[in-house]
């Protein structure tokens, strides 16, 4: 099969790329990436130059370029990873939300429309759901919960959520959506909460916990999420939402004592700062129909997960340090200088 991954040179899709590479190697992988901020060639070293993969410099929202790759290439699946994927960039400035996660996705669809294909895959996100309250732990997010957004990120993708299903009705476009929870591993940027709370207790910087650290998101191994989008591309059914979860919800502040415990540092670290605005509260997903269809489970423990996970940052900090002493620390100064 030939894949088009777009994003993959961020951290989902380039996770994505190497678990297919060792699943399913006689695939052949095109890259489509802008590389902006949150792309890193540097991620994609180990396949850049291999059979079966190639990178593509583009953006999903530039239609010439993509009808072009289309044409050329005549992908067989796509799958789409690429996104602006950061809700506090997005509370600061929507518009680029709306030209990538939602213009960029009708490109996409709109190339499969005109060149044909098997299978689009969406990449969603739990977070179109909005959230849930804390004092109702019997409440879950299911494919049939309505979508009720809370940020400019989350209105984004559910926006394209919804084209794609309409291009499934209206066009009989084959495409799939799956909605995750939050994904932690290698190669995630560290802008999100936990590699920039592993960056920062290694630095002897203050953990900077938002509210009172009470928030409550069900956190998954990222390789967990890579072999949940590959059974939904072998055995999902076209027109079908699939939520991604493994049942592991943690308190924000839970997750940076996690961290702290691991490197052995002091959790006087931990400082508490202004509030997101907007802040969803819970995120909970019910995972049974995917167990259900496809037999999806997730096999990697938190535990585990986030040990091996604060290991990678040790053992890669070149990876993270020519970000974090990049242009980040602009990024950095403006969020959290006076928060
Ligand atoms: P990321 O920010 O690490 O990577 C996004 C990638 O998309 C980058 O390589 C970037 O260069 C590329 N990109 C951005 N705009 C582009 C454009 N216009 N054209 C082409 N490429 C572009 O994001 P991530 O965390 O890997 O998330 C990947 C997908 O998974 C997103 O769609 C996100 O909404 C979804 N998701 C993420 C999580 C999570 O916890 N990170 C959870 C559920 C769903
Ligand atoms: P994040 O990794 O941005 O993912 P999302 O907002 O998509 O869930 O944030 C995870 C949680 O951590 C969220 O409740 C916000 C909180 N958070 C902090 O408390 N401090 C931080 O510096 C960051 C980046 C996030």
């Known amino acids: 099969m030939k894949i088009l991954i777009t994003g993959g040179a961020g951290f989902i899709g380039s996770n994505f790329i190497f678990y297919m590479r060792e699943q399913r190697p006689d695939d052949e992988l095109l890259c489509l990436d802008k590389l902006t901020y949150a792309g890193n060639l540097a991620t994609l070293e180990s396949v850049m130059d291999k059979p079966g993969f190639r990178f593509i410099h583009a953006d999903i929202a530039d239609r010439e370029a993509v009808y072009h790759i289309f044409e050329q290439e005549k992908p067989e699946i796509a799958v789409n990873f690429a996104a602006e994927s950061h809700v506090d960039r997005s509370i600061e400035n929507p518009s680029v939300f709306l030209q990538t996660n939602v213009m960029g996705t009708q490109v996409l669809l ?185 037999g999806w489970l997730p096999a990697t423990k938190f535990e585990d997960g986030i040990r091996r996970t604060v290991q990678w940052y040790l053992d890669n900090r070149s990876w993270w340090e020519n970000i974090v002493n990049g242009e980040y620390q602009t990024y950095y100064e403006r969020m959290y200088a006076n928060r």
């Open 110 to 294: 709109d190339a499969c429309r005109k060149y044909g294909i098997k299978r689009y895959h969406q990449v969603s996100t739990d977070e179109v759901y909005g959230d849930l309250p804390l004092d109702r732990p019997d409440l879950f997010f299911t494919e049939a919960t309505p979508l009720h957004t809370s940020s400019p990120y989350s209105a984004s993708k559910a926006s394209a959520d919804l084209l794609c299903s309409a291009y499934h009705r209206t066009y009989g476009l084959p495409i799939t959506i799956s909605r995750c929870s939050n994904n932690y591993g290698p190669y995630q940027f560290p802008e999100k909460l936990i590699p920039l709370m592993i960056a920062n207790a290694l630095a002897d910087k203050p953990l900077p916990v938002y509210g009172a650290g009470m928030n409550v998101r069900d956190w998954l191994y990222v390789e967990d999420h890579c072999a949940a989008i590959d059974l939904i591309l072998q055995n999902g059914k076209c027109g079908e939402v699939y939520n991604i979860g493994g049942h592991n919800e943690m308190r924000n502040i839970d997750i940076v004592k996690t961290i702290l415990a691991i490197l052995g540092k002091t959790e006087r670290l931990i400082t508490y700062v202004a509030d997101r605005k907007g802040h969803d509260m819970r995120y909970a997903i019910d995972p049974a129909f995917i167990h259900k269809e496809l």
